[in-house]
């Protein structure tokens, strides 16, 4: 039943979903970029369940903790406390091994504010579970959801993250300030 309001909904706001994934697509990251806006969050429930995708999504613990923590446990979200060490790549790598076709999504940027470096969480998971990422892009000049193909990070995390920050310059968030 959300699969076909998703459906309606992105296409009365002129959206489209491109998914490039193989098919059938096992467990993955799937890396989101740009993350400019909080709209971000519904377009991404939307994109998923016309994409048919599985995934969970790690966001800030402080939106767990609102009235509305229940609503953001029962979409996928794992609450992040970032003001604590928490060993969370190896907690992410661990339900990867443990947990079958388990797929997460990820934002690299950390936040939706500019940043100039991002996070290199999602590639020391990828490299510890042995998942391929799936770069996904929110281009709201095109009305864009793109579901790439897969990328197999490689040795060096350094090229890893330039390529990928390249693959993803095309695209234009919500507030790209």
Same mark, same amino acid.
């Given at each position: 039943?959300?699969?076909? =309001?998703?459906? +309606?909904? =992105?296409?009365?706001?002129?959206?489209?979903?491109?998914?490039?994934?193989?098919?059938?697509?096992?467990?993955?990251?799937? =890396? +989101?970029?740009? /993350? %400019? #806006?909080?709209?971000?969050?519904?377009?991404?429930?939307?994109?998923?369940?016309?994409?048919?995708?599985?995934?969970?999504?790690?966001? &800030?613990?402080?939106?767990?903790?609102?009235?509305?923590?229940?609503?953001?446990?029962?979409? $996928?979200?794992?609450?992040?406390?970032?003001? &604590? /060490? !928490?060993? =969370? %790549?190896?907690?992410?790598?661990?339900?990867? @091994?443990?947990?079958?076709?388990?797929?997460?999504?990820?934002?690299?940027?950390? %936040?939706?504010?500019?940043?100039?470096?991002?996070? !290199? $969480?999602?590639?020391?998971?990828? @490299?510890?579970?042995?998942?391929?990422?799936?770069?996904?892009?929110?281009?709201? #000049?095109? &009305?864009? +959801? %793109?579901?790439?193909?897969?990328?197999?990070?490689?040795? #060096?995390?350094?090229?890893?993250?330039?390529?990928?920050?390249?693959?993803?310059?095309?695209? +234009? $968030? @919500?507030?790209?300030?």
């Amino acid at each position: 039943m959300f699969r076909v =309001l998703s459906k +309606v909904v =992105l296409r009365l706001l002129g959206w489209q979903v491109i998914d490039r994934r193989p098919k059938p697509m096992g467990s993955a990251i799937y =890396l +989101v970029v740009p /993350h %400019t #806006s909080n709209w971000d969050f519904f377009l991404g429930l939307f994109a998923r369940s016309v994409a048919r995708i599985n995934a969970n999504y790690l966001a &800030k613990k402080s939106l767990f903790d609102s009235p509305f923590g229940w609503f953001f446990r029962a979409t $996928g979200g794992y609450p992040v406390d970032r003001s &604590k /060490h !928490t060993n =969370l %790549t190896d907690q992410v790598v661990n339900y990867f @091994k443990t947990v079958p076709g388990f797929s997460i999504a990820i934002t690299p940027e950390g %936040t939706r504010a500019k940043v100039e470096a991002w996070k !290199t $969480g999602f590639w020391r998971i990828a @490299k510890g579970a042995g998942v391929p990422l799936i770069p996904t892009s929110f281009d709201y #000049s095109r &009305k864009e +959801v %793109t579901l790439g193909k897969p990328f197999r990070v490689g040795d #060096s995390m350094e090229a890893d993250i330039a390529t990928l920050t390249d693959y993803f310059k095309p695209f +234009v $968030g @919500k507030n790209p300030q």
